[in-house]
């Protein structure tokens, strides 16, 4: 049962809290394959499937793909799922998620890759001191041993599997512990990386024997959701997304280590922008916003821009859920669903409906409360 508040419809579902978070996937074959705290469940997209009434076979675009949990359950039963996303660890997980293995190839590659002689390369020059931090000296040279074989021995899909085994077993032998948003290091004995790998890749293989999909693989680009230039106008029948929450905009902070290693990027050379990875700009004066924090105002420029895109891209009729949360500030907490659902009735969207999640106490200093930030789904339509 919802209420009015202002000019949309809010209800009030606290109890599909868990499914706006990426725990309920950590049992689950391959939506398993890599943590990614800050993405939802694969129970969420089939709930908004169904109660959009998406059919069989539809399109269905998650401009913010983090993980690839949207394309990947679109897999699973039959849609087309495209995912866009901006960082490039991002888009690898996500690619490496949503292929149609042999799990025959799979095992033969992970023989030719264990049978080879290791590397005796020697680490490549300008490591950042914290990637250094981050593994035992010769759990490092073993890394970069085995990801050198990979690249010589592997090719295709197989590659890209074996690169996310060896991905995931790489933080099961290091110092890595994350702590919400930031990425701490925590001595402690570290097993070696090599059996740790082949025990991740195997256990990856019975997954992909696990699963079957009806439709795939899924198309995953990297992109900029402010400018999604690879889609066509009115392409896509529905769209499943949640953009990064305002005030949390760092998450590639917490991956630097893989970033580093495995695409030889730093982070400052990536978190530019509230929303893609381009420089930041001067945010547009949007009428009714001229009073919110500065990062606010840009994260809602941002935001705009992405929406307008979302609308290009969906055909008429189109749904869009689009799962956001409120921004906490010193002074006052930020209502993201209710800003979000006004942005997006201004590039054309109708609301249906704002279906509230999750709320928490926000404080300043610990002991003042400043008011309750919300964890929304906003449903759109065009």
Not at 14 to 28: C, E, G, Q, R, V
Not at 60 to 83: A, N
């Amino acid at each position: 049962m919802g209420v009015f508040e202002g000019s949309y419809t809010v209800e009030e579902r606290y109890d599909l809290w868990s499914l706006a978070t990426f725990k309920p996937n950590k049992n689950i074959p391959i939506h398993r394959w890599f943590y990614f705290k800050e993405g939802f469940s694969r129970d969420l997209v089939l709930m908004l499937l169904e109660e959009m009434g998406v059919p069989e076979g539809a399109v269905v675009l998650d401009p913010f793909t983090g993980s690839g949990t949207t394309p990947l359950t679109c897999m699973e039963k039959g849609f087309m799922g495209v995912g866009v996303d901006a960082s490039p660890l991002a888009v690898f997980v996500s690619l490496a998620k949503t292929r149609i293995y042999d799990p025959v190839e799979l095992r033969d590659a992970l023989d030719r890759c264990l049978s080879a002689a290791p590397r005796q390369s020697p680490l490549p020059d300008g490591l950042s001191p914290t990637v250094r931090k981050a593994f035992p000296k010769r759990t490092l040279e073993e890394l970069f041993s085995l990801k050198e074989v990979i690249e010589e021995v592997c090719s295709g899909d197989a590659k890209v599997f074996l690169m996310l085994a060896l991905m995931n077993a790489a933080v099961k032998a290091s110092y890595i512990y994350r702590d919400g948003s930031v990425l701490r290091f925590v001595k402690r004995p570290a097993p070696p990386l090599r059996p740790v790998f082949r025990k991740v890749a195997q256990s990856m293989i019975e997954d992909v024997k696990r699963v079957r999909f009806k439709s795939g693989p899924a198309i995953i680009l990297q992109g900029d959701a402010r400018r999604l230039e690879e889609i066509e106008d009115e392409s896509v029948d529905a769209i499943i997304t949640s953009p990064p929450y305002l005030n949390k905009i760092e998450y590639t902070k917490v991956y630097e280590v893989e970033l580093e290693v495995f695409f030889g990027k730093r982070v400052h050379d990536l978190v530019r922008s509230y929303i893609g990875l381009v420089g930041r700009e001067v945010p547009r004066t949007i009428p009714g916003l001229e009073d919110l924090p500065d990062s606010a105002k840009l994260y809602f420029s941002d935001m705009f821009d992405s929406l307008g895109e979302m609308w290009r891209v969906l055909k008429s009729g189109g749904k869009a859920a689009v799962v956001v949360a409120g921004g906490v500030y010193p002074d006052r907490v930020v209502e993201s669903d209710y800003i979000l659902a006004d942005l997006a009735e201004r590039v054309g969207f109708r609301v249906e409906k704002i279906r509230v999640v999750g709320k928490r106490v926000a404080t300043s200093g610990r002991v003042h409360r400043i008011g309750a930030a919300r964890e929304s789904i906003v449903y759109l339509a065009k």
